[in-house]
């Protein structure tokens, strides 16, 4: 199994950023890929951002793409998702998530393990 952390959420003025990390542990060997996820109240859970852990290649939903970088350290299992420009729009729980396949990285489905989620709030 792979244990996620996630940390680094707070309340942030709209044009603001803010910096979420996800820590591994447990088999991180296993790990194919990660990805962020975010929830609002009333919506499902929607892609945000997904990572390769080998190349590092990035893939990023529209609606963050030019706005949030993901990144991660494979020497210290970290990931992270850098976000400046936020909009109230983006008020939501974000998760981490990671997979073992080498499956498409914006379906929630293809992912095993999942954090508790951070709560990021934009206000206006």
């Known amino acids: 199994q792979v244990q996620l952390v996630e940390s680094g959420g707070g309340l942030v003025q709209a044009g603001g950023s803010l910096r979420l990390s996800c820590a591994a542990s447990?088999?991180?060997?296993?790990?194919?890929?990660m990805g962020w996820f975010r929830q609002a109240p009333g919506k499902e859970r929607e892609f945000v951002a997904s990572i390769s852990w080998s190349s590092g290649y990035t893939y990023y939903a529209d609606s963050v793409k030019g706005r949030f970088t993901i990144s991660r350290d494979n020497a210290k299992n970290m990931m992270y998702l850098q976000m400046n420009s936020l909009k109230t729009e983006d008020t939501a729980v974000y998760y981490c998530a990671s997979k073992t396949r080498p499956v498409a990285s914006d379906n929630r489905e293809h992912y095993d393990y999942w954090g508790q989620g951070t709560q990021v709030t934009v206000s206006s």
């Open positions: 447990g088999r991180t060997l296993s790990v194919n890929g």
